[in-house]
């Protein structure tokens, strides 16, 4: 099928921060985004970079729930930047998840997307709230942690791989895929640690955690979830790994195409 490319407004950041990366030295725990060098950035224009193209125009059969759309995330509300129920990603990266999905439907399983590129300002979105004293999402996403945690132990900062468009949150969904619930404002909330029958009714296989979960047990691999989890962790990043993704141990659900095309561009443009 042939992709629509989206075109790229300005640049944020280009050629200025060196040595970036969404994991962080080993010490440090799971990390939303990644932390900048202290060099200033710099805008430029997009004249060279490549599109960004949506995953569903190169497979549709690939599932999208982007969950900063929505407010079933850890803020809470929709993140800015977010303006449409899309994964958008750089060719390269788009392509390598439809070889993916082609290994999992003899399976009876698909790939579901959560966040793909991310814009510049959703970024910054979630720093301005880690900043802040709102905690209505605790009690799912980060239930043993602090909120004056995030920024010290590296779960928030300044800059982010998904910025750079190669960078894809996802899990596995049985097909057909089963009904997926829907959050709604106020409803009661259960840990993302719990296990699968009591937290969120994601229609996602078991991942031993939900999505986004700032805990150890979200780690890829840690032994103490169950073995349906392990497995299913294990062929995910398996599959993920053999067509040219790395998996960041400390998150499951999270990879980053080896030899991404802009390994030091992080851009800004709305999804949509």
């Known amino acids: 099928m042939t992709?629509?490319?989206?075109?790229?407004?300005?640049?944020?950041?280009?050629?200025?921060?060196?040595?970036?990366?969404?994991?962080?030295?080993?010490?440090?725990?799971p990390t939303q985004a990644t932390t900048s060098t202290t060099a200033a950035p710099t805008t430029t224009t997009a004249a060279n970079t490549g599109p960004l193209v949506s995953v569903q125009d190169v497979d549709p059969s690939i599932l999208v729930e982007a969950r900063y759309f929505t407010d079933h995330n850890f803020v809470g509300e929709?993140?800015?930047?977010?303006?449409?129920?899309?994964?958008?990603?750089?060719?390269?990266?788009?392509e390598g998840l439809k070889r993916v999905q082609a290994e999992l439907k003899p399976k009876s399983l698909s790939l579901k997307v959560y966040d793909c590129y991310r814009p510049q300002?959703?970024?910054?979105?979630?720093?301005?709230?880690?900043?802040?004293?709102?905690?209505?999402?605790?009690?799912?996403?980060?239930p043993t942690l602090g909120k004056d945690r995030l920024f010290p132990d590296g779960y928030i900062a300044d800059r982010s791989g998904h910025s750079?468009?190669?960078?894809?949150?996802?899990?596995?969904?049985?097909?057909?895929?089963?009904?997926?619930?829907?959050?709604?404002?106020?409803?009661a909330l259960v840990s993302c640690t719990a296990p699968k029958e009591r937290r969120f009714a994601d229609n996602s296989v078991d991942m031993g955690t939900g999505y986004d979960c700032f805990d150890k047990l979200a780690h890829t691999a840690n032994p103490a979830v169950g073995q349906p989890a392990q497995a299913n962790r294990v062929l995910l990043k398996s599959l993920m790994d053999k067509h040219g993704f790395t998996n960041y141990a400390q998150e499951w659900w999270h990879f980053t195409l080896r030899g991404e095309p802009h390994p030091e561009t992080y851009f800004d443009l709305p999804v949509r």
Not at 121 to 142: L, P, Q
């Open 164 to 187: 750079r468009g190669s960078t894809v949150d996802l899990t596995l969904v049985a097909v057909p895929p089963p009904p997926q619930a829907q959050y709604r404002a106020g409803d």
């Open 121 to 142: 300002r959703a970024v910054n979105h979630f720093v301005r709230w880690a900043k802040n004293a709102d905690t209505r999402m605790k009690g799912e996403f980060y």
């Open 78 to 94: 929709r993140i800015e930047g977010y303006e449409a129920n899309k994964c958008l990603l750089m060719p390269q990266a788009a």
């Open 3 to 29: 992709t629509r490319p989206v075109v790229l407004g300005t640049l944020l950041v280009a050629g200025v921060l060196v040595a970036c990366s969404d994991t962080p030295p080993p010490s440090a725990p």
